[in-house]
């Protein structure tokens, strides 16, 4: 919800090309001012009291994809609280840190774009907020201040610094091991796995993001500084985000990898150990009942060393006090792998890479440089690392980032098949009706498509493309898209977005086979 309460989704502009850099439809657009989009699919009057439970059901159930069939009326509730409530405070939403079309999160990069006045900067430009944030780790690192372990004695002193994680999939990572007695929290909900108050269910976790971001002073006082959701509210906020992303795990014995050095890294992926923790390439663990798992793999001591004289992440709950100043057992979470290539950041903090067998770098910020850490002597001299010792060769390194980036390449077109079918709904409805709304799911299922193409193709000097085969469907892919965004003809567009669906199926079996994911319906949601 926008400051005004304005009721709105967000579109793109009318037409133009299909797989254009970073999602944009034009250079007008790339400025990612979306307060200010040109285009939208729906926009009421701007109301003087936020929206109820009540008015946001009666909205949705009259939504253009919930009439379509294409997702139900709580999920897109879910998905306008996540995306654009505000809940009274400063101006921020969920999706000031989790962006549609930046797969859920932020990095320097996607944050280097953003208008000055993004409500991702209220610390630099409202007093009131001055310590809300460090904005010179925020805009170098990508790192977000977070009162993880408790707000007194002062919030400006009592933090740590974290980078944001995406929230894809999340339905899939959150359950806690079998015969883990910690609860609360109640599910692990990323990065040191207890980020929710309360309960600590992923229910939760927007209590704490509003009482944490969206405040109005660092007071934090409940129906002053914001209001907190209610339990309707957080019931369909959790739907959404389970509803995010894949629903599924995949098998990874028995995937088969068309590029031979994928299929190598493959083999490496469930020989080596990286299985274990990351069983079929997801976040649960393939020993002991699975789950989702806490381990203390070092990567705190790699931090960045620019980030030396911010306090320590002690990660997993709040006790005990270390020496080191940090608070917890010094274990995080286990994220999941099938979409890593294209969501970085890869760690809870700007890591360093040093001492591995390629890719040593400042920060890590591609996926063999976050696969060279498990080979590098932090995480053999960690706890984790002491358990089960990593020894990668260079090669061998690249090979498992070319197996993750051909698993990610794959996820992504299912993305768009998603987005792309939602289109195929609304055409069928409305024909040239809704028009916007079509035109911003194609634009949407271009950016998986980019994504796509950019696992593909982005990789280290020196080696080839992945999947040559593959990358030529999802160029043509691209074109129908863009003709589908581009024609008057509701015909045109329906035979084009058929067309590219069955494209990309044919792209995503040319990659791998037995890669087959089940994506929830709020990947329809912008």
Excluded at 487 to 509: D, H, M
Aim: charged share 20%.
């Amino acid at each position: 919800m926008s400051v005004g309460h304005r009721f709105v989704w967000i579109t793109g502009l009318l037409a133009g090309a299909g797989c254009v850099t970073g999602g944009s439809a034009s250079s007008d657009e790339s400025d990612r001012d979306r307060e200010d989009a040109t285009v939208e699919t729906r926009q009421e009057v701007a109301q003087a009291q936020p929206l109820s439970l009540d008015d946001r059901l009666a909205k949705c159930a009259s939504d253009p994809r919930v009439l379509a069939g294409t997702v139900s009326v709580d999920i897109c509730v879910g998905a306008d609280l996540f995306l654009r409530e505000t809940f009274g405070g400063n101006g921020r939403s969920c999706a000031t840190c989790h962006p549609v079309d930046h797969n859920f999160a932020i990095d320097p990069a996607f944050i280097s774009t953003l208008s000055r006045y993004n409500p991702l900067f209220v610390a630099e430009f409202n007093p009131a907020l001055a310590g809300l944030e460090l904005p010179e780790q925020m805009r170098t690192h990508g790192l977000i201040l977070e009162n993880v372990d408790g707000f007194a004695p002062d919030p400006t002193v009592h933090f740590v610094l974290r980078s944001v994680p995406h929230n894809l999939s999340m339905g899939t990572s959150v359950t806690r091991a079998a015969g883990d007695t910690v609860n609360p929290p109640l599910e692990r909900t990323g990065w040191s796995g207890d980020g929710a108050p309360g309960a600590g269910g992923l229910r939760d976790f927007q209590t704490g993001a509003i009482t944490q971001h969206y405040t109005k002073s660092l007071g934090r006082v409940a129906d002053q500084d914001f209001r907190l959701a209610n339990d309707g509210e957080l019931d369909r906020i959790e739907l959404f985000m389970r509803q995010l992303g894949r629903t599924n795990e995949l098998s990874l014995a028995t995937v088969t990898m068309s590029d031979a050095r994928a299929e190598a890294g493959r083999a490496k992926f469930l020989t080596v150990g990286c299985n274990r923790c990351h069983n079929n390439a997801g976040a649960n663990a393939g020993f002991g009942g699975g789950g989702n798992r806490n381990f203390n793999t070092g990567v705190e001591s790699a931090r960045n060393p620019a980030l030396a004289a911010f306090p320590h992440d002690g990660g997993f709950l709040a006790t005990p006090e270390n020496a080191d100043g940090s608070f917890g057992n010094g274990t995080f979470n286990t994220p999941p792998l099938i979409e890593a290539a294209d969501t970085g950041p890869f760690f809870h903090t700007a890591t360093s890479i040093t001492g591995a067998s390629a890719h040593n770098t400042e920060t890590a910020t591609t996926i063999e440089e976050a696969i060279a850490f498990y080979d590098s002597p932090a995480f053999n001299t960690s706890p984790a690392g002491r358990a089960g010792a990593i020894d990668l060769t260079d090669t061998e390194i690249d090979d498992i980032g070319r197996f993750l980036r051909g698993v990610n390449a794959t996820f992504n077109t299912a993305q768009a098949v998603k987005r792309l079918q939602a289109a195929a709904a609304l055409v069928t409805k409305y024909g040239n009706s809704k028009l916007a709304m079509q035109r911003e799911m194609l634009r949407l299922a271009d950016v998986e498509l980019q994504d796509a193409i950019n696992d593909l193709t982005t990789i280290p000097a020196g080696t080839p493309d992945l999947d040559p085969d593959a990358l030529s469907q999802l160029y043509s892919t691209c074109s129908m898209i863009g003709d589908a965004r581009s024609t008057g003809s509701s015909r045109v567009r329906a035979q084009a977005i058929a067309n590219a669906i069955t494209v990309l199926t044919t792209a995503s079996g040319q990659i791998g086979t037995n890669l087959t994911y089940q994506i929830g319906d709020a990947t329809v949601m912008f």
